[in-house]
């Protein structure tokens, strides 16, 4: 069945790094879309950032962008979020994900999502 597994995550200073990795298995995922949400207590579950696992072609939230970034590996079947200049807004637990109802483009909406990892906390604290 498929697998994702989140990992990475922990506490870290205003102005730190972290990076996540979200490690799939169970399926080929070429023609998947692999994103990345967040949700804060009392809050949705938000769209982060997404990459095209056969293209890597990638797209942010705005309130993340120049911030973050996504990438994959193809050989290990792993997706990273690398994340600097963190702010306690950033404080969520992350999810990854895995979609392939939509075959172009990066979709941002949680229900283009079929699969779904544990998710792991990311605290930043002040």
């Known amino acids: 069945q498929v697998q994702l597994v989140e990992s990475g995550g922990g506490l870290v200073h205003t102005g730190g790094s972290l990076r996540l990795s979200c490690a799939a298995s169970?399926?080929?995922?070429?023609?998947?879309?692999m994103g990345w949400f967040r949700q804060a207590p009392g809050k949705e579950r938000e769209f982060v950032a997404g990459?095209?696992?056969?293209?890597?072609?990638?797209y942010y939230a705005d309130s993340v962008k120049d911030r973050f970034f996504i990438s994959r590996d193809n050989a290990n079947y792993t997706v990273y979020l690398q994340m600097n200049s963190l702010k306690p807004e950033d404080t969520a637990v992350y999810y990854c994900a895995a979609g392939s109802r939509v075959l172009v483009g990066i979709p941002v909406q949680k229900y283009n999502y079929d699969y779904w990892g544990q998710g792991i906390q990311v605290t930043v604290s002040s």
């Open positions: 169970g399926r080929t995922f070429s023609r998947y879309a």
């Open positions: 990459i095209r696992w056969s293209s890597g072609s990638t």
